[in-house]
């Protein structure tokens, strides 16, 4: 079966052969078979196809690629960040509280969660989405998280070093010798990816190191939580590491702008944390100036950004991380797919999975000009709409 969408008013490629940044066409048509992209052109040249569909002018985007994401949670915090907004101390104790809810969830209540959640991000337009563990931080309840997350999608990421559970506080090096050893060989099955969360509070650089040294002799790809509560050496280790990725990068030097560039590393900003923690934003135009590949996702979890909305972090990007709303476009849709080292998705041409947004608007830039709007008419992930 084939479908051809036609008048379409907008249409983002992201062909990277285009001479401008989002490969923009106008009047353009689309023709999906099967689960991919078979044909892109102006509709007047559009060929027969044994269904049609006319979107009267709407724009066409790739669908949105969430490159990091927290999903295999239970519990709530949202006590935690009426605090936070209030000015009020909080020690309910952060992650270690989602941790304690989480073991405690029965398989049917962690895969309900994660389900309802990947749902409301398609609703949004996101079709590809990564999700990690780190709310179980024991052998089987990393396993489970990863088991479980990957009956919603192949980009897994184990996260066994988010952050050390209050039963190794005395001994960190004990457990960064359990999350290489014992949960690293129980979570790798279900995992592509390893990650660390390299930060003051969390994991030096060393323990950073072993860990993801260790993910990475096991089969699985790096990537990197860091530089997100100040500066330090995570950012330079992703680039040491030549890891896929590194994320949050609020705090920056020259030198690990420099770095980044060096080993091809995709900084990965996450534009909704540093609204729901009033922190400073990254300035992701130095980055893109510098030569650096940018994505932007949406770091879904219940602490330090509970939102599932690619637009909503496209249009705070654009706000306030000093990217234009083609930039934004991009590093949502072709950005993330380079942070999952995807060529497959985040963009529209022939040859690539037919994941794609209907917008009831006519260009891109509404996106960010209508922050809050549910703009999203409808998703096609490979065939289905």
């Given at each position: 079966m084939s479908?051809?969408?036609?008048?379409?008013?907008?249409?983002?490629?992201?062909?990277?052969?285009?001479?401008?940044?989002?490969?923009?066409?106008?009047?353009?048509?689309?023709?999906?078979?099967?689960?991919?992209?078979?044909?892109?052109?102006?509709?007047?040249?559009a060929p027969a196809a044994d269904e049609r569909r006319d979107l009267e002018g709407r724009a066409v985007l790739p669908g949105f690629v969430d490159s990091h994401s927290h999903l295999a949670f239970a519990g709530d915090r949202a006590e935690e960040f009426r605090a936070r907004m209030t000015g009020e101390p909080y020690t309910a104790g952060g992650i270690r509280t989602?941790?304690?809810?989480?073991?405690?969830?029965?398989?049917?209540?962690?895969?309900?969660?994660?389900a309802r959640l990947v749902a409301e991000m398609r609703a949004q337009g996101t079709t590809t989405v990564e999700i990690k563990s780190g709310y179980g931080l024991t052998v089987d309840d990393e396993a489970?998280?990863?088991?479980?997350?990957?009956?919603?999608?192949?980009?897994?990421?184990?996260?066994?070093a988010h952050v050390v559970p209050p039963e190794y506080a005395d001994d960190p090096a004990g457990y960064v010798a359990l999350a290489t050893g014992p949960m690293l060989d129980a979570a790798a099955p279900h995992a592509r990816w390893i990650d660390?969360?390299?930060?003051?509070?969390?994991?030096?650089a060393d323990q950073a190191?072993?860990?993801?040294?260790?993910?990475?002799?096991?089969?699985?790809?790096?990537?990197?939580?860091?530089?997100?509560?100040?500066?330090?050496?995570?950012?330079?280790?992703?680039?040491?590491?030549?890891?896929?990725?590194?994320?949050?990068c609020t705090y920056l030097t020259d030198d690990d702008v420099h770095a980044l560039r060096e080993a091809g590393t995709v900084a990965t900003l996450l534009p909704g944390v540093e609204f729901s923690t009033r922190q400073p934003y990254p300035d992701a135009r130095r980055l893109l100036d510098a030569g650096v590949q940018v994505a932007l996702a949406s770091d879904c979890n219940?602490?330090?950004?509970?939102?599932?909305?690619?637009?909503?972090?496209?249009?705070?990007?654009?706000?306030?991380?000093?990217?234009?709303?083609?930039?934004?476009?991009?590093?949502?849709?072709?950005?993330?797919?380079?942070?999952?080292?995807?060529?497959?998705?985040?963009?529209?041409?022939?040859?690539?999975?037919?994941?794609?947004?209907?917008?009831?608007?006519?260009?891109?830039?509404?996106?960010?000009?209508?922050?809050?709007?549910?703009?999203v008419a409808s998703v096609i992930t490979g065939s289905r709409r």
């Open positions: 479908l051809l969408l036609t008048n379409i008013g907008e249409l983002v490629t992201n062909d990277p052969a285009a001479d401008d940044l989002l490969g923009l066409r106008h009047e353009a048509a689309l023709v999906i078979e099967g689960d991919h992209v078979a044909w892109v052109g102006d509709a007047a040249d989602t941790v304690a809810a989480t073991r405690a969830a029965s398989d049917a209540d962690l895969r309900a969660r994660m489970r998280s990863l088991r479980l997350a990957r009956e919603l999608t192949d980009e897994t990421t184990f996260l066994g660390a969360f390299c930060e003051t509070g969390a994991f030096d190191r072993e860990v993801l040294t260790a993910g990475m002799r096991a089969g699985l790809r790096g990537r990197l939580h860091a530089n997100q509560l100040g500066p330090g050496p995570g950012v330079r280790l992703a680039a040491e590491l030549g890891l896929v990725a590194v994320d949050h219940p602490g330090s950004c509970f939102t599932s909305s690619l637009p909503f972090c496209i249009a705070v990007a654009v706000r306030d991380m000093h990217l234009s709303p083609a930039q934004a476009v991009h590093a949502a849709t072709a950005g993330g797919a380079a942070a999952l080292d995807r060529t497959d998705v985040g963009r529209l041409v022939p040859g690539s999975r037919a994941d794609l947004v209907v917008l009831d608007a006519p260009s891109h830039v509404h996106l960010a000009y209508r922050p809050g709007v549910p703009l």
